[in-house]
């Protein structure tokens, strides 16, 4: 039996009162893409951030590739290091170039020369298309671009599962398309993904499942076809009936 890359199991997390996950099982195969969606604060975020110990959780238990989540210390960077993450915003280093945003992580914490890092950097930024913004910084850099930065930041660490936190949220319509493009051609070279995301679109075309969330708990996982088209739960009715009437 091959062991899920993620596995999430009982997980309970609070904010004072608040039961934000509740009784959370969640499994995720290698080179699976599966997208969380649901209505705001369903949990669907607190739920991707507890995969990198962003937020640490009140009881259950988190394995990425087959061990449990380190507490703290080196072994939590490396950890971190294995679980790429992409956020609404940016969080690129306004002081430092674009190629170096990218390097500054295989060179820290991969121990790789700056050479090295550096010819991966320049692949990868010309696989997301921005590969001749190289030497500018994000500043210089339009919202989308700068998210691709990102993407790219992340997959410079060699990671075994990529977590996007609603990624598309803070840009413009005409830069969603540009980041969920390389998120489709990551999803398609078998990369691991775990998706926060109001982009429908996406989930239909890109998702081996879609995780539908909502008060903490998932109320239904199914593939995009059967969700879409049929929901099985009255909250993913009328969410669905609330998103794709627009």
Known sequence: MTVPLVQMVDVQKWYGELHVLQDIDLEVARGEVVVVI????????TLCRTINRLETIDKGDIQVDGAPL???????????ADVGMVFQSFNLFAHKTILENVTLGPIKVRKQSKAEAETRAQELLDRVGVGHQASKYPAQLSGGQQQRVAIARALAMEPKVMLFDEPTSALDPEMIKEVLD?????????????????????????????????????VETADPESFFTNPQSDRAKDFLGKILKH
Request: glycine content about 12%; proline content about 4%.
């Open 70 to 80: 380190p507490q703290e210390g080196k072994a939590l960077a490396a950890h971190r």
């Open 182 to 218: 390389v998120m489709v051609d990551l999803a398609e070279r078998g990369m691991t993904m775990i998706v926060v995301t109001h982009e429908m679109g996406f989930a239909r075309t890109a998702a081996n499942r879609v995780v539908f969330m909502a008060d903490g708990r998932i």
């Open 38 to 45: 649901g209505p705001s604060g369903s949990g669907k975020s």
